[in-house]
């Protein structure tokens, strides 16, 4: 817990006990444990562990302890964040209807409470305190985000999904899911970008997109960047926060990123998938029909061995590998103009000809793409004629004329 706060434990105790039931006497300062509490230009987030037979109700009493919190010097909004875990040694039992499944360790999940406008999850009402672990609905499961799920088929006005995936982390991956669907839109096909990199997500301050997007009836709105909108997790929560999430969690997570959002009518949805073959690949391709994936890797052996997991995955899954990407192929110094191999060059090409798979092209390492992440610009917006957006509006223009055959197929 954060020592600089204008406020005491024992103040934030006071007013978690003045929203206890009146009823039952159920109060989150008896029955829950403070883990963390932060305070950032006026918004407090207040994170507690519950006994989880007891999330549901505490969950409730949210909505009124942000009113209590309010209250504090320095507050102006204030969020709850509920977590809950089963003992240890308790048995893992399936759940139907539930992302969880029969997980080995689960989490019960998050609750959010704000007294004044929407919670930051998706519940869209005022004081929205829920928990994601309730089960509730059909599909309800693990539910981080927080809200109550959505009704009938996913995604249902979008034609194309793909993904953009890697075996390992460190090799440009977000980068180029930014830079790829920004070019997407800028060949005229109507585009949105999910981050699904739930630990990691960066996407918001790469497309220079911070701000929490809007909750209309209970939906999230994707926000509008470079002519495409765009979701990310980083969007929601407080970008210090560690997204210490299991499995059912992520899950949990990408159900609401993939169902709680208004994506419209697109031509394309590029999905920034994590780094790895692990619960978020398989979440995704269970849940939405992916009509392909782009794998990027950098040249050394090293990347390649997990490139090849990555495209042994999507095989498995009878998922089209629409090509590698090489990225940081080489390196062009700004002063002289001379090109250095710094990680090997070609190696991305020669596997893709060894697996059989079509190579979209290789990408530079430049200090135009590094700045650009950091402005929120993505390279083929902010340097166009540099090496690295030339590169990327030449992969943009292949994958989009394979998203126009596919469409006119």
């Given at each position: 817990m954060a020592h600089d706060l204008p406020f005491s434990l024992d103040d934030i105790t006071q007013a978690l006990f003045a929203a206890r039931d009146p009823r039952t006497g159920l109060s989150l300062t008896q029955d829950g444990q403070i883990q963390s509490c932060t305070l950032e230009n006026g918004k407090l987030v207040l994170t507690l562990t519950v006994p989880r037979d007891a999330a549901q109700a505490l969950a409730a009493l949210c909505p009124a302890a942000a009113s209590q919190l309010e209250?504090?010097?320095?507050?102006?909004?204030?969020?709850?964040?509920?977590?809950?875990?089963?003992?240890?040694?308790?048995?893992?039992?399936?759940?139907?209807?539930?992302?969880?499944?029969?997980?080995a360790e689960d989490t019960a999940g998050a609750a959010t409470g704000t007294a004044s406008g929407p919670a930051t999850g998706p519940a869209g009402k005022s004081g929205g305190g829920t928990a994601a672990g309730a089960g509730r609905g059909t599909g309800?499961?693990?539910?981080?985000?927080?809200?109550?799920?959505?009704?009938?088929?996913i995604l249902p006005g979008v034609k194309t999904i793909l993904a953009v995936a890697s075996g390992k982390g460190g090799v440009g991956k977000s980068t180029t899911a930014v830079n790829l669907a920004v070019g997407l839109g800028m060949e005229g096909l109507?585009?949105?970008?999910?981050?699904?990199?739930?630990?990691?997500?960066?996407?918001?301050?790469?497309?220079?997109?911070?701000?929490?997007?809007?909750?209309?009836?209970?939906?999230?709105?994707?926000?509008?960047?470079?002519?495409?909108?765009?979701?990310?997790?980083g969007m929601l929560v407080d970008e210090k926060a560690a997204m210490i999430w299991r499995g059912p969690?992520?899950?949990?997570?990408?159900?609401?990123?993939?169902?709680?959002?208004?994506?419209?009518?697109?031509?394309?949805?590029?999905?920034d998938l994590p780094?790895?073959?692990?619960?978020?690949?398989l979440t995704?391709?269970?849940?939405?029909?992916?009509?392909?994936?782009?794998?990027?890797s950098t040249p050394q052996d090293i990347a390649l061995i997990d490139a090849r997991r990555a495209v042994s995955m999507f095989e498995k899954l009878d998922i089209p590998v629409l090509g590698l990407i090489e990225n940081m192929s080489y390196f062009c110094c700004p002063n002289c103009g001379h090109n250095t191999?710094?990680?090997?060059?070609?190696?991305?090409?020669?596997?893709?000809?060894?697996?059989?798979?079509?190579?979209?092209g290789e990408v530079p390492l430049l200090a135009d793409i590094r700045a650009s992440g950091?402005?929120?610009?993505?390279?083929?917006?902010?340097?166009?004629?540099?090496?690295?957006?030339?590169?990327?509006r030449r992969i943009a223009h292949t994958v989009a004329q394979a998203v126009r055959t596919a469409h006119r197929a």
């Amino acid at each position: 817990m954060a020592h600089d706060l204008p406020f005491s434990l024992d103040d934030i105790t006071q007013a978690l006990f003045a929203a206890r039931d009146p009823r039952t006497g159920l109060s989150l300062t008896q029955d829950g444990q403070i883990q963390s509490c932060t305070l950032e230009n006026g918004k407090l987030v207040l994170t507690l562990t519950v006994p989880r037979d007891a999330a549901q109700a505490l969950a409730a009493l949210c909505p009124a302890a942000a009113s209590q919190l309010e209250t504090l010097p320095g507050v102006k909004t204030a969020s709850l964040v509920l977590t809950a875990h089963r003992p240890a040694g308790a048995p893992a039992t399936a759940r139907a209807g539930t992302a969880a499944g029969s997980a080995a360790e689960d989490t019960a999940g998050a609750a959010t409470g704000t007294a004044s406008g929407p919670a930051t999850g998706p519940a869209g009402k005022s004081g929205g305190g829920t928990a994601a672990g309730a089960g509730r609905g059909t599909g309800g499961g693990h539910r981080p985000l927080g809200g109550t799920p959505t009704q009938g088929p996913i995604l249902p006005g979008v034609k194309t999904i793909l993904a953009v995936a890697s075996g390992k982390g460190g090799v440009g991956k977000s980068t180029t899911a930014v830079n790829l669907a920004v070019g997407l839109g800028m060949e005229g096909l109507k585009t949105g970008l999910m981050d699904a990199d739930i630990h990691g997500p960066s996407l918001h301050r790469m497309l220079g997109a911070p701000a929490k997007p809007a909750v209309v009836d209970g939906v999230l709105q994707p926000v509008a960047a470079w002519g495409i909108t765009a979701m990310s997790l980083g969007m929601l929560v407080d970008e210090k926060a560690a997204m210490i999430w299991r499995g059912p969690m992520v899950m949990g997570a990408i159900n609401q990123l993939l169902g709680d959002v208004n994506w419209g009518d697109l031509d394309v949805l590029v999905v920034d998938l994590p780094p790895g073959t692990g619960d978020a690949q398989l979440t995704l391709t269970q849940k939405v029909p992916l009509a392909g994936a782009v794998i990027v890797s950098t040249p050394q052996d090293i990347a390649l061995i997990d490139a090849r997991r990555a495209v042994s995955m999507f095989e498995k899954l009878d998922i089209p590998v629409l090509g590698l990407i090489e990225n940081m192929s080489y390196f062009c110094c700004p002063n002289c103009g001379h090109n250095t191999e710094l990680f090997g060059h070609g190696g991305a090409r020669q596997e893709a000809e060894t697996l059989g798979v079509s190579f979209l092209g290789e990408v530079p390492l430049l200090a135009d793409i590094r700045a650009s992440g950091d402005a929120g610009v993505p390279v083929v917006i902010g340097a166009p004629q540099s090496e690295g957006g030339k590169a990327w509006r030449r992969i943009a223009h292949t994958v989009a004329q394979a998203v126009r055959t596919a469409h006119r197929a």
